[in-house]
C-alpha cells in the first residue's frame, strides 16, 4: 500500500515536473522567435539606412559634378539648386524614414499579435491540463490521508 502511494507520488511529481520543463521550453521558445523577430527587423533598418546613405552619397556626388562641368553659370543658381536638392531629400529621406518605421511597426505588432494568439492557443489547454492533475493532486492527497488515517487505527488495534 505504502509502495503504491510512493508510485503515485512518483508519478504526480514526475508530471509537475514535466509539464514545467514544457512550459520552460515554449517560453523559451517563444522569446527566441521574438529575438529573432527582432533581429530580422534590425537587419532591414540597418539595409534600408545603408541604401539612402549611398543614394544620399550618389547624389551629393552628382551634385559635385555639377558645379564642377558649370563653373560658368552663377554660384548663387548653384547654391539655390544644391539647396532645393538637399531640402527634397531630407524631406525624401524623412518621409522613407517615417513610412519604414510605420511599416517596421505594423510588422512587428502583427508579428506580436500572431505570436500571442498561438501562445493563448497553446496556453489554454495547458492551464486545462493543470487544473486537472491539481483536481487530481487534491484526490490524491485526500485519499492518503484517509489511507494514512485507516493504517493507524489498524496499527493501534493490532498494539492492543
Do not use: H, Y
Request: overall charge negative; glycine content about 2%; proline content about 1%.
Amino acid at each position: 500500500m505504502a509502495d503504491q502511494l510512493e508510485l503515485i507520488k512518483q508519478v504526480v511529481e514526475a508530471s509537475e515536473t514535466k509539464l514545467l520543463g514544457c512550459i520552460e521550453a515554449s517560453e523559451t521558445k517563444l522569446l527566441g522567435c521574438i529575438e529573432a523577430s527582432e533581429t530580422k527587423l534590425l537587419a532591414r533598418i540597418e539595409v534600408g539606412e545603408a541604401t539612402l546613405m549611398t543614394r544620399i552619397e550618389t547624389s551629393e556626388t552628382n551634385m559635385l559634378k555639377i558645379v564642377r562641368e558649370s563653373r560658368a553659370a552663377s554660384e548663387a543658381t548653384l547654391m539655390a539648386r544644391i539647396e532645393a536638392s538637399e531640402t527634397n531629400m531630407l524631406k525624401f529621406i524623412q518621409e522613407s524614414r517615417a513610412a519604414s518605421e510605420t511599416m517596421l511597426l505594423e510588422r512587428i505588432e502583427k508579428s506580436e499579435t500572431t505570436m500571442l494568439k498561438e501562445f493563448r492557443k497553446w496556453a489554454v489547454p495547458i492551464k486545462a491540463r493543470e487544473r486537472v492533475f491539481e483536481a487530481s493532486l487534491t484526490g490524491f492527497s485526500e485519499r492518503l490521508e484517509v489511507i494514512e488515517e485507516r493504517l493507524l487505527d489498524l496499527e493501534e488495534k493490532r498494539k492492543q
